[in-house]
């Protein structure tokens, strides 16, 4: 296990580093030799951290290269290209969202970011299709869908071994999750930062927590994301190229009674050294299925832990709630 998080001063200044926090670094492969030390290693980061780094994880390189050069090519595209794919109202579920919309919850400051959304391909007459949007592509990219949809299934797989370790840590039963997620409303969201000048905000996208249940993100190597630590102290998060940065959303801290935690992050402008360049990154927002009533685990509540979320709400209803506060409905 190695350490992956350390401090990120406030000011971006070139300050000294206190040494770095535990945060487990923990490799899948390790999962098929000894499920239960995997299952400890990373219910113990995100119990402390929210956060835990994956290496092995089983999405292919030239996979991440492909969807990679594909994101880049859509965002290199025309803005008015880019803005026909934007559906308003929608909560930016599907296709093109621009930049000046997405704001943190509570926050004033807009996020400097655009993305595009891509989500779960259902058949017609599917029971969640009313709630669930088509998908939306750009038919200016050829091979766009293809790897994108490639590239949710790779997110999916990899997040359902991640849910049985978590059932594992929990003490749950290790197939306790595959119902909870089966057609669940994931999303891949494409995400491309501008550069940003000097003098330019510090911020790229204000301190937030996800609304799922995990979060499996590509390219946090490239600077930037940061994470608030129980002491009010902002940390890096810094995996090696091409490993998983994974957090605990809402919806599983909930879930949790808030043993797993939901923590705040940002994304940060980097030092000098990286700040004009260009940020892309393709977060998976993997959620429960819509009619799933997030309802607190029994063994999550005691004496010392009364149950902080008495009244269960379906995770459909939470997600819209969630999606007005920050202003994407």
């Not at 290209?81 to 579920?93: C, D, E, I, N, S």
């Not at 994974?246 to 000098?272: E, I």
């Not at 685990?297 to 902080?308: G, I, N, T, Y």
Request: proline share 7%; with cysteine.
């Amino acid at each position: 296990m190695t350490s992956t998080i350390e401090s990120a001063p406030a000011d971006r200044a070139a300050t000294p580093a206190v040494p770095p926090a535990a945060v487990a670094s923990v490799s899948l492969g390790d999962f098929a030799r000894d499920r239960d030390a995997f299952a400890e290693a990373l219910g113990s980061s995100f119990e402390r951290y929210g956060f835990a780094v994956i290496a092995d994880h089983g999405i292919p390189s030239d996979l991440i290269a492909r969807a990679e050069a594909a994101a880049r090519a859509l965002f290199a595209l025309p803005e008015d290209v880019k803005r026909a794919y934007h559906a308003p109202g929608t909560g930016g579920a599907r296709g093109y969202t621009p930049f000046g919309i997405e704001t943190a919850k509570g926050a004033t400051a807009i996020d400097l970011k655009e993305f595009w959304h891509v989500g779960r391909e259902l058949p017609e007459g599917h029971r969640y299709t009313d709630v669930m949007a088509a998908n939306i592509w750009p038919k200016e990219l050829a091979e766009f869908r293809s790897v994108m949809l490639e590239l949710y299934a790779a997110f999916e797989a990899t997040g359902a071994r991640l849910l049985e370790a978590i059932a594992r840590y929990l003490g749950l039963a290790p197939d306790f999750f595959e119902n909870t997620v089966e057609d669940g409303n994931s999303v891949l969201r494409l995400l491309h930062y501008p550069p940003v000048t000097g003098d330019g905000p510090s911020i790229r996208a204000g301190a937030h927590e996800d609304i799922n249940t995990i979060t499996l993100l590509l390219g946090a190597e490239e600077a930037g994301l940061e994470i608030l630590d129980r002491d009010g102290q902002w940390l890096s998060v810094t995996p090696r190229e091409g490993e998983l940065a994974v957090n605990v959303g809402d919806m599983l801290q909930r879930l949790t009674n808030n043993r797993l935690r939901s923590t705040t992050h940002r994304v940060a402008n980097p030092a000098s050294a990286r700040r004009g360049h260009a940020r892309y990154s393709m977060p998976f927002f993997l959620h429960f299925r819509p009619d799933y009533l997030i309802e607190t685990l029994p063994s999550c509540v005691d004496a010392e832990h009364p149950d902080l979320y008495p009244q269960p709400i379906t995770a459909h209803d939470y997600l819209m709630q969630r999606l007005r506060e920050i202003k994407l409905l």
